[in-house]
């Protein structure tokens, strides 16, 4: 029985003023008429059915993502607290083995941004082959089109089965050149993509992650919320897969963005002859490579290039498209009348 892992959580910063702690970033349309939550259920179609699809979030999202995705309540997970991705695929994972001891589960993400929804599939469906017929925790590494110094990456070691290999080695957010070296060594993005048997992926935790593994007995018993009191939070990455001899990877051939700033809707929108991408009442006027966004106002822009101009929620934000990934740093030197907008 397939079952995923969707994880929804989120503090609203990426794509701030739009994005909100109430309404963060996967919540929003940024690559289309839906949000990328509902792009993600959606592209579950065929492979998962929606009763074996869990989302992981937190209190404040809960009842909004119910809602949007159209999903039951039992298959909705609060987290007590947020602790990072392991303890919530834990969770998640144990929530599907408690509903079905054979459940294989598929982790992903509720803010990508993937073009081919079919070759998703895919992959997707490749990895819980892997997972199950292996017996490993299994990663779908993204064939790089870029020299991408904001991901992480995969080593493939040796061959499995089919083009599945073991995983060599994962290096973390690498300098230009050693992503341009890696790359042509045959490294893969390292995408957040995974699958794995669920009652594996407990064995592994218990053996490997300390910082959960104590935990454990609590959530076998249902006491969820002493669980998370009691684990350390950290990466189902860091904790998990950089630990384990039992991991693998398989290709997948298929355009995913994390969309993680406002400059990334350059790659995932369709843009106007000059470059621009716009949402919303833009008027333009000798304007070339601009992100320009309105969700209320008319914006005039004239005679600029290479900026980033969003107006939401009454709050303006102009900066170059360069320093949009810093972001986050800017919103924390901001009065906290002036950080948090009231929709």
């Given at each position: 029985m397939r079952w995923a892992a969707i994880l929804a959580g989120g503090s609203g910063t990426r794509?701030?003023?739009?994005?909100?702690?109430?309404?963060?970033?996967?919540?929003?349309?940024?690559?289309?008429?839906?949000?990328?939550?509902?792009?993600?259920?959606?592209?579950?179609?065929?492979?998962?059915?929606?009763?074996?699809?869990?989302?992981?979030?937190?209190?404040?999202?809960a009842p909004m993502l119910q809602r949007q995705l159209g999903l039951s309540a039992e298959n909705v997970l609060v987290e007590p607290r947020a602790a990072s991705t392991a303890p919530a695929l834990v969770w998640a994972s144990a929530e599907a083995a408690r509903r079905d001891p054979e459940a294989d589960v598929l982790s992903l993400h509720a803010d990508w941004c993937v073009v081919e929804p079919d070759a998703f599939r895919h992959a997707a469906d490749a990895a819980l082959s892997v997972g199950r017929t292996s017996r490993r925790l299994v990663t779908v590494g993204?064939?790089?089109?870029?020299?991408?110094?904001?991901?992480?990456?995969?080593?493939?070691?040796?061959?499995?089965?089919?083009?599945?290999?073991?995983?060599?080695r994962f290096v973390e957010k690498p300098d230009a050149s050693t992503a341009r070296d890696l790359i042509a060594k045959g490294a893969l993005w390292n995408s957040g993509l995974f699958a794995w048997p669920a009652d594996l992926l407990l064995q592994e935790v218990s053996e490997k992650t300390p910082e959960l593994a104590p935990a454990l007995p609590a959530l076998r018993a249902g006491r969820v919320d002493e669980f998370f009191r009691r684990v350390t939070p950290i990466s189902i990455d860091v904790g998990v897969l950089e630990r384990s001899a039992r991991v693998a990877v398989v290709p997948?051939?298929?355009?995913?963005?994390?969309?993680?700033?406002?400059?990334?809707?350059?790659?995932?929108?369709?843009?106007?002859?000059?470059?621009?991408?716009?949402?919303?009442?833009?008027?333009?006027?000798?304007?070339?490579?601009?992100?320009?966004?309105?969700?209320?106002?008319?914006?005039?822009?004239?005679?600029?290039?290479?900026?980033?101009?969003?107006?939401?929620?009454?709050?303006?934000?102009?900066?170059?498209?360069?320093?949009?990934?810093?972001?986050?740093?800017?919103?924390?030197?901001?009065?906290?009348?002036?950080?948090?907008?009231?929709?």
């Amino acid at each position: 029985m397939r079952w995923a892992a969707i994880l929804a959580g989120g503090s609203g910063t990426r794509f701030w003023p739009l994005s909100t702690s109430a309404r963060p970033k996967h919540l929003l349309p940024l690559a289309g008429p839906r949000s990328t939550a509902e792009e993600a259920v959606a592209r579950l179609e065929g492979l998962i059915p929606k009763e074996r699809i869990l989302v992981v979030t937190g209190a404040a999202l809960a009842p909004m993502l119910q809602r949007q995705l159209g999903l039951s309540a039992e298959n909705v997970l609060v987290e007590p607290r947020a602790a990072s991705t392991a303890p919530a695929l834990v969770w998640a994972s144990a929530e599907a083995a408690r509903r079905d001891p054979e459940a294989d589960v598929l982790s992903l993400h509720a803010d990508w941004c993937v073009v081919e929804p079919d070759a998703f599939r895919h992959a997707a469906d490749a990895a819980l082959s892997v997972g199950r017929t292996s017996r490993r925790l299994v990663t779908v590494g993204i064939v790089p089109t870029r020299p991408e110094t904001g991901y992480g990456y995969v080593v493939p070691g040796e061959v499995l089965q089919g083009e599945a290999r073991t995983v060599g080695r994962f290096v973390e957010k690498p300098d230009a050149s050693t992503a341009r070296d890696l790359i042509a060594k045959g490294a893969l993005w390292n995408s957040g993509l995974f699958a794995w048997p669920a009652d594996l992926l407990l064995q592994e935790v218990s053996e490997k992650t300390p910082e959960l593994a104590p935990a454990l007995p609590a959530l076998r018993a249902g006491r969820v919320d002493e669980f998370f009191r009691r684990v350390t939070p950290i990466s189902i990455d860091v904790g998990v897969l950089e630990r384990s001899a039992r991991v693998a990877v398989v290709p997948g051939r298929f355009s995913w963005d994390d969309v993680g700033t406002w400059d990334a809707l350059m790659r995932v929108r369709q843009r106007d002859p000059q470059g621009n991408v716009t949402s919303g009442p833009v008027h333009l006027e000798d304007t070339r490579n601009c992100v320009v966004w309105s969700d209320q106002d008319p914006i005039v822009v004239s005679g600029v290039q290479d900026l980033v101009i969003v107006h939401a929620n009454h709050r303006v934000l102009v900066m170059t498209r360069d320093r949009a990934a810093d972001l986050k740093t800017v919103l924390e030197k901001l009065p906290p009348d002036v950080r948090e907008p009231k929709p």
